[in-house]
């Protein structure tokens, strides 16, 4: 097996695989899950992540092209999707006071309170996806079975808390 990234090479179980597998489809799980939410919210998910970079950029309202860089899209992609929120009142360009060659971005009231609704929803369901996540985590490299992480869907039972089924090992 070939180093990656120039770390020593490891000897991978299926534990690891699994584990992986079950950490990647509690992301992908979020993922689809907040986009649910924000079309639920009457946002486009694209617009859910712009007024999330617009608010969460800190300091001064962001430019266009750091909207871009936060959004992983190119700057005349951010332009069309500016245009349509705009259009929507969830956010409005500014002149830049200081370098009138920029436009910054801010939210308008419509955007920052739906934004604000996304967010409360967000932060709880991360809180339980950070849970399964750390479980899976926990136990990379070891020779255990994958746990399960479910993102938005949640599993019963004591294996969805951490522990052990009845009559199996705790771990």
């Not at 991978?12 to 919210?41: K, N, P």
């Not at 970079?53 to 332009?79: I, K, W, Y």
């Amino acid at each position: 097996m070939a180093a990656v990234d120039g770390r020593v090479p490891t000897v991978l179980g299926d534990g690891d695989y699994e584990r992986i597998l079950a950490f990647r489809d509690g992301l992908r799980r979020f993922l689809r899950w907040s986009e649910d939410e924000a079309r639920r919210a009457g946002l486009t998910p694209a617009q859910h992540q712009l007024l999330l970079a617009v608010r969460g950029h800190g300091g001064e309202p962001p430019t266009v092209t750091e909207l871009a860089e936060h959004l992983l899209l190119r700057h005349h992609s951010v332009v069309g999707l500016l245009d349509r929120a705009e259009s929507a009142g969830l956010v409005r360009r500014e002149v830049d006071a200081v370098d009138k060659r920029r436009v910054r971005v801010v939210l308008e009231a419509r955007g920052e309170q739906a934004l604000a609704q996304l967010t409360a929803l967000h932060l709880d369901e991360l809180h339980e996806l950070a849970t399964s996540l750390r479980r899976v985590v926990d136990h990379v490299g070891t020779d255990e079975g994958a746990r399960h992480v479910s993102g938005a869907r949640r599993p019963d039972g004591p294996e969805a808390v951490g522990g052990a089924a009845p009559g199996g090992p705790v771990r």
